[in-house]
C-alpha cells in the first residue's frame, strides 16, 4: 500500500493519494497504532466533510465507528489532540505523514 501511495504521489494523483491515505487508517489500526490512525481518519473526515472526496460518504457508518473505536482506545483527550492534528494536515502532509516520510509532530 506505501508503494502505491508513493506512485500516486509521484503521478500528482490527488484523488487516488486520498483514497489511499483513507485506507491507510485501517493500516495503522491493524498494526496497532491507533494515534496515527485517529490522525489519518481525522484528515480523511475532513476531506469527506468538505466535499473533497465525496466517495467517502458511503463510508460514514464505518468511519463513525472507527471514530468511536479509536476514541474508546485511545481516551477523549488523546484522541482529540490527534483528531486535530489530522485535521490540520495539508495532502502532501498526511501522504508524508502515512508514509511515515516526514511525520508531522
Avoid: C
Amino acid at each position: 500500500m506505501n508503494e502505491a501511495l508513493r506512485l500516486l504521489r509521484k503521478a500528482g494523483d490527488k484523488m487516488g493519494m486520498m483514497i489511499n491515505v483513507g485506507k491507510q487508517v485501517s493500516l495503522a489500526i491493524a498494526v496497532d497504532q491507533p494515534e496515527k490512525a485517529a490522525r489519518l481518519l481525522g484528515i480523511v473526515v475532513h476531506w469527506r466533510d468538505a466535499g473533497q472526496l465525496l466517495a467517502f460518504q458511503v463510508y460514514i457508518p464505518h468511519q463513525e465507528n472507527l471514530r468511536s473505536a479509536l476514541q474508546t482506545a485511545l481516551g477523549k483527550q488523546v484522541f482529540a489532540e490527534a483528531w486535530a492534528k489530522g485535521e490540520a494536515m495539508s495532502l502532501e502532509q498526511a501522504v508524508a505523514y502515512a508514509l511515515d516520510d516526514n511525520p508531522v509532530e
